[in-house]
């Protein structure tokens, strides 16, 4: 494919001049990034993996919404919220947050340009894991604390803070780091707001309960959408639970009202501090990233420990497959370096070492996670494990548990009886005659 003629306009960023195949694998977006395969998608557009043909290196491109069909109106609102992503996130240089390389228009449609981190989410280890040890939640909030105390001291509200945009690194020399993402529905504190009257962005179960009866996001609704993930991470689901109603969910934040905190224990003033209803009593984000810091300082030795150092959590599918999961004759098993887009696989009777409680939460339609249950005690002797790690064979059926002794015992019965029997006809024989 030829590469588009491009642009550059009074705002810095690249336009393409012609308007070739609808965007998908080998797609040249704005005559410079070659797409190679998507790796996710969320309300604001899908991200694909891509490469930069002028700095030979591969970065995360995200394509917002199409504005086609849109009133033109409508459409350069939706240009100018990407553009405003792309200039926000520029704004910040920090470890723990992704970081913005450009932003492009390609047949009029906005295009931002990103570090490509090959990673999980947290979002994918509860899924799988359930939950995450409040030690390890801990130094992970503490870590994105570090990187949005910048953002706010940048003027910068990230405004959706929650599980699925916080990623860990899961390949190479940065395997364990801790990035905040998506930038998309940010805005400066000083900006004219260019979203629609009345209309709430974000995710409910993540929200302040300021934002839920109609106020307008701040730094302090930050704190406790970092609070409300920091709660998910540790009991297993959001502080208000898992409602897929998305205005029943909206009323429950607005009360301010959370579920009791059960697995918490030493942390959990913090979290309530996080939590608090009231945004004028709530600490500021580099307050909570500190408290967060101390709190695991506790176990990992310095607060500098836990704000540089890498984390070990990750989905238990990554951590058990080569022992739940034997390879094929012939076939490789080395992981894939990038996500996978569909929903992680679960296995069965996975390792807890990481202090993650064996756990399959529902994924219900909104993607929060359904509350975590003890599950039901197993009526069969350990022995229905296999001698391969992490390995469940089914309880045998009724008739598989009656072994060989069963039917001895029951062919010993018949032939008593038939022997008596015989005895019975001997001696009734004996007397006619």
């Not at 694909?48 to 504005?67: G, M």
């Not at 406790?224 to 998305?246: A, H, K, Q, V």
């Not at 070990?312 to 098993?333: D, F, M, V, Y």
């Amino acid at each position: 494919m030829s590469a588009a003629p491009i642009a550059v306009t009074a705002c810095g960023y690249h336009r393409a001049m012609t308007s070739p195949a609808t965007p998908g694998p080998s797609y040249l977006v704005a005559g410079r990034y070659r797409l190679i395969r998507r790796i996710g998608h969320g309300g604001m557009g899908a991200v694909w993996l891509a490469h930069d043909q002028l700095l030979d290196r591969e970065v995360a491109v995200k394509q917002v919404l199409t504005t086609s069909g849109m009133d033109e109106s409508v459409a350069e609102t939706s240009r100018a919220r990407a553009l405003r992503e792309g200039r926000l996130a520029a704004r910040l240089s920090h470890r723990n947050a992704v970081a913005m390389h450009d932003v492009a228009l390609d047949r009029n449609e906005p295009w931002l340009v990103m570090e490509y981190l090959p990673s999980h989410s947290v979002a994918d280890v509860l899924h799988e894991n359930g939950t995450i040890d409040p030690v390890e939640a801990a130094q992970i909030c503490a870590q994105v604390a570090d990187a949005i105390a910048e953002a706010h001291a940048s003027g910068i509200v990230h405004r959706d803070i929650k599980p699925a945009n916080i990623l860990i690194a899961n390949t190479g020399r940065n395997v364990g780091l801790v990035k905040i993402t998506d930038f998309g529905i940010s805005r400066a504190k000083d900006d004219v707001s260019i979203t629609q009257t009345g209309v709430v962005t974000g995710t409910p179960a993540y929200f302040a309960p300021e934002v839920a009866r109609g106020d307008e996001p701040g730094e302090a609704s930050d704190v406790y959408s970092l609070g409300s993930t920091l709660y998910t991470m540790i009991e297993g689901r959001p502080p208000f639970g898992s409602e897929d109603n998305y205005i029943a969910t909206l009323h429950r934040v607005a009360l301010g009202q959370i579920n009791p905190i059960t697995r918490a224990g030493a942390l959990s003033p913090i979290l309530l501090r996080l939590l608090e209803p009231n945004p004028a009593n709530r600490p500021t984000m580099a307050q909570a990233r500190d408290l967060l810091a101390k709190y695991a300082a506790d176990t990992l030795g310095t607060t500098d420990n836990v704000l540089t150092g890498l984390v070990a959590t990750k989905p238990l599918s990554a951590r058990n497959r080569s022992a739940t999961l034997p390879p094929i004759s012939g076939q490789s098993t080395s992981q894939p370096s990038t996500p996978q887009t569909s929903a992680p696989q679960t296995h069965s009777a996975p390792d807890t070492s990481q202090g993650s409680a064996p756990h399959n939460p529902t994924q219900v339609a909104s993607g929060y996670y359904a509350p975590r249950t003890t599950p039901e005690p197993v009526p069969y002797a350990p022995t229905q494990y296999s001698s391969a790690p992490g390995l469940y064979t089914p309880p045998p059926t009724y008739y598989q548990q009656q072994g060989p002794s069963s039917h001895a015992g029951l062919a010993a019965a018949v032939f008593a009886v038939f022997a008596l029997l015989t005895a019975i006809a001997a001696g009734i024989i004996i007397l006619v005659m």
